[in-house]
């Protein structure tokens, strides 16, 4: 829709140029009511959150959907209810510097899963292996996980 190549590491400046290259010509007041800027507006606000970003470009090579892999990487549950309930006994004692410092070990996290979706991606051959798709979206069921693990610390 921008024009961009199909790619996961995309930066910001190169997403905005895209964009400002084609909403000048999709403009409502050039090219009237086609709801092109509309489309525009919603391939950016993909482009730009990192994770809306990779199931885009998952799904754009054939990759399986959430629905269709609903699979984690070895061991991550046991992980992850382990960590949870390390944050449980210590958020209980209410000091806030345990609670930024258990946000940060739950940021470090996600952004171990960052890498990896990255790298996963980079490494893609063409055509894109079917297994090698199916185990980024299984890194990727990982960081929708410690992204509402993340949530639930803000609240």
């Known amino acids: 829709m921008l024009g961009l190549e199909p790619r996961f590491d995309l930066d910001s400046?190169?997403?905005d140029r895209a964009f400002l290259?084609?909403?000048a010509s999709a403009?409502?007041?050039l090219a009237g009511?086609?709801?092109s800027m509309s489309a525009l507006n919603e391939a950016r606000r993909i482009l730009a959150e990192p994770e809306r970003r990779a199931n885009a470009l998952l799904a754009l090579?054939?990759?399986p959907s959430p629905e269709q892999c609903r699979d984690l990487p070895q061991g991550f549950l046991m992980e992850i209810m382990e960590l949870r309930e390390r944050i449980e006994d210590l958020l209980a004692g209410g000091d806030a510097s345990v609670r930024a410092s258990v946000e940060r070990e739950a940021r470090a996290r996600r952004d171990a899963c960052?890498?990896?979706v990255a790298e996963a991606f980079a490494s893609?051959?063409?055509p894109p292996d079917?297994?090698?798709l199916r185990d980024i979206r299984v890194q990727l069921n990982a960081w929708r996980y410690i992204e509402r693990l993340i949530e639930q610390l803000g609240d």
């Open 130 to 132: 079917p297994t090698a």
């Open 61 to 63: 090579l054939g990759g």
């Open 27 to 29: 403009h409502p007041d």
């Open 124 to 126: 893609l051959g063409d």
């Open 13 to 15: 400046a190169e997403i």
């Open 21 to 23: 290259a084609r909403a």
């Open 114 to 116: 960052v890498r990896a």
């Open 33 to 35: 009511s086609d709801g």
